[in-house]
Nanobody
């Protein structure tokens, strides 16, 4: 059974940085695409960042491009989201998600409904 556990959220001032971590367990992490999504109060869950299984390509929402960086360390079964130049509108619960993909170069989905496994979420609050 796949389990995901996020950590690293918190309260930060606008312009600051945070690094989120998501630890994957239960299966071989390198066989799964992992992505980050977020959900602000009263809004739908939205895509933030993902990468193909090989790690050769990354994909970002326009709202975070140039400020956020996704990376993964398969040896540690962990995916990271480095967030810089944070803005109040980045305030949300951030979720890590995973889906099994047998093609390491396949473009990952940006649709949260395509992901089968989710963490519990971690709160990120950016004050102005």
């Amino acid at each position: 059974q796949v389990q995901l556990a996020e950590s690293g959220g918190g309260l930060v001032q606008a312009g600051g940085s945070l690094r989120l971590s998501c630890e994957f367990s239960g299966r071989t992490a390198s066989n799964y695409v992992m992505g980050w999504f977020r959900q602000a109060p009263g809004k739908e869950r939205e895509f933030v960042a993902t990468m193909n299984r090989s790690g050769s390509r990354t994909y970002y929402a326009d709202s975070v491009k140039g400020r956020f960086t996704i990376s993964r360390d398969n040896a540690k079964n962990t995916v990271y989201l480095q967030m810089s130049s944070l803005k109040p509108e980045d305030t949300a619960v951030y979720y890590c998600a995973a889906v099994y993909i047998d093609n390491s170069f396949l473009v990952p989905s940006l649709d949260p409904s395509r992901y089968d496994y989710w963490g519990q979420g971690t709160q990120v609050t950016v004050s102005s």
